[in-house]
């Protein structure tokens, strides 16, 4: 697989940073608010592996409820690659992890993401434990993750 062509001048980096100065000057700053700009990204992203972005999508499991995610990234075989979860500045990445990953939640290939930190679980046990910030591009609110990097 080939490594995703990203970097912080691209211009859907650029863009997603634009509308979210933009929600800010108007006090937009919930989880549904300010979500799209990040799906518009992760689709533009997508798109280099031929991959679609589903918003709102449901993981099925047997004799139990559903799970419901704010995004999947699907391959041309309909197969899950990846997840994404939303939440809004107010949010704790650590605790929306916690109380998710108690859900049942996948533990990788599923970055917690608000709109200037995203956290991607390394097939962790606990959310304290291994994680790292991700991608590149987000300006970082630490200058290393005090719980370490994922090898």
């Known amino acids: 697989m080939s490594t995703l062509n990203l970097k912080p001048a691209s211009a859907p980096v650029k863009a997603y940073y634009a509308t979210l100065q933009r929600f800010a000057r108007g006090r937009f700053d919930k989880e549904g608010n300010i979500r799209g700009a990040f799906e518009d990204l992760l689709n533009k992203c997508a798109r280099q592996y031929g991959w679609t972005l589903v918003p709102e999508y449901s993981i099925h499991r047997k004799d139990r409820h559903p799970l419901s995610v704010d995004g999947a ?5 309909n ?3 990846g997840y994404w979860e939303a939440k809004d500045e107010k949010d704790s990445l650590e605790a929306e992890m916690k109380k998710k990953f108690e859900a049942g939640y996948l533990r990788s290939n599923i970055p917690f993401q608000r ?22 591009f987000w300006p970082s609110t630490q200058q290393e993750s005090e719980k370490g990097i994922c090898p």
Do not use: I, N, V
Request: proline share 17%.
């Open 115 to 136: 709109p200037e930190q995203a956290l991607l679980p390394c097939r962790m046990t606990t959310p304290t434990s291994k994680m790292r910030e991700a991608p590149d």
């Open 73 to 77: 990234l699907l391959d041309a075989f």
């Open 79 to 81: 197969l899950p690659r």
